[in-house]
């Protein structure tokens, strides 16, 4: 189905893109890097690096790969590192030359690491030195040949960079030793890079860009291919949406999400940098009263985020008595949004927290609600520009308005495939070409689509389907409660019951307040029958909660 009826919702938003403006996200930066060339585009720890500037870093950056390390263009490179400057200096570098990022979790276990840099087969790596001891496990079973490290604060102004890096290392003791003796380190790469020894690439809409693992929350880690026109595509989509609320006016974007995953990756580092706007990296989000101090210093106009570090920040007195006034925008993804937390933010910020949805292998964006939406509406919105969604059965056939099935989408944002897994790539597109999302969704007359939930995190209760989403989403609102999570538990009479794990915000709340908070909110057999609370849930490294982890936990107690 196509849905010309969204443009009602916002005025001015083209139902097309031309992806002809384009020939790669290289084209797409190198117009920014002149029009927008005073402009500060990155800034992290009080140091801010112009758009000339980085334009000339990443220039440097490039020759080295392509000079001093003799790779080629289709090189695979991984960046193992969090929300620093070094970060986008690299990426572009490492696009400019015609290679291919491989974005890598700097929190990974030996496992994951060897897995991603293997099934890559990454030519070499950029890593910063505080997961560098676990490179050097792995490192012998990969093909990586050139190893980049760096520290924190490398790119620091002096004498900060001096301080930091040494507090980090020495009194913080977050550097575990390691031993990488061929290791370049990130500041001579800068200083030995020649730009003038600089080849341009050419490069086309189908040259791979990224290498996006999936992370392996539904099995072995997978590398969605990314190609030029992929991010060229969303990249485009996002700005159709985006122009009706931001104009053309400077924007200071909030980056607390790590620029490794696609959502910050092509949200905030390349649609905002499109638009000529400062990204803050914030490179610790978990420190909730630092991350509010570095938003303090700065009259923002976006944040980008997913629901639980909303919530976090809601908690957190200092960050409701900041200054709201200059913003503009607050898009939430990666999981849904509760209604509990997008009321608070309302509320605090008197701004709406607009959710938006997509995947790794839809570069992310694939709908998004009206950005002039004023009330939360529990839907991922509609499709953006270019895109058609709708809502198969087992069979592949569309089901009908209202009726629940898996969520397919299909247009030039959809991955080509799963990187040397042609197996797991028919299993998620359909005879006709739609990407399987994996989420049930159901769909409404005025054609904004809402997800009811994983297919795999389905609770089946005496033979009626219970979605996580919805227990969750109806408990959230206690005000007793921080966070929550459900999920299907063994229960010989019902087959499976609902059980909650729940993360206290008042100390007094007992179980019995959850199960009759839940009776208020939920029919019968979706009420939980246990309750487990807990100092913290498990989550990814960007916030979103894992249920697995919880039913691996549960099934490990009954086994």
Known sequence: MNYPWFSSYEEGVSHQIDLNKHSSIIDILQNAFKKYSDRPAFTNMGKSFTYAEIDNLSQKFASYLQNDLKLEKGSRVALMMPNILQYPIALFGILRAGMIAVNVNPLYTERELEHQLKDAGADAIVIFANSAHMLEKVLPQTNVKHVITTQIGDLLSFPKSLIVNFVIKNVKKMVPKYNLPNAIEYKDVLVHGDESKFKKVELTHEDIAFLQYTGGTTGVAKGAVLTHKNIIANMLQAGEWLKTAVGDERQIIITPLPLYHIFS????????????????????????????????????????????????????????????????????????????????????????????????????????????????????????????????????????????????????????????RPEETAKVMTSDGFFKTGDIAVMDEKGFFQIVDRKKDMILVSGFNVYPNEVEDAIAGHEGILEVAAIGVPDEKSGEIVKVFVVKNDQSLTEEDVIAYARENLTGYKVPKKVEFRDELPKTNVGKILRKDLRAEELAKNS
């Open 265 to 420: 990756l092509t949200a905030n580092c390349i649609v905002f940098s499109n638009l000529g706007a400062e990204n803050i990296l914030i490179t610790n989000p978990r420190d909730i009263p630092g991350f509010v101090k570095e938003m303090s210093k700065y009259k923002f106009t976006a944040i980008t985020g997913v629901n639980t570090l909303f919530n976090a920040l809601l908690n957190n007195e200092e960050f409701r008595n900041l200054d709201f006034s200059t913003l503009k925008l607050t898009l939430g993804g990666g999981m849904a949004v509760q209604k509990a937390v997008a009321e608070k933010w309302r509320k605090v910020t008197n701004k709406p927290l607009i959710e938006a949805y997509g995947l790794t292998e839809t570069s992310p964006a694939a709908c998004i609600n009206p950005l002039n939406l004023q009330a939360y509406n529990g839907k991922i919105g509609v499709p953006i520009p270019s895109t058609t969604v709708k809502i198969i059965d087992d069979n592949e056939q569309e089901v009908a308005m209202g009726e629940r099935g898996e969520l397919a989408i299909q247009g030039p944002q959809v991955m080509r495939e799963y990187w040397n």
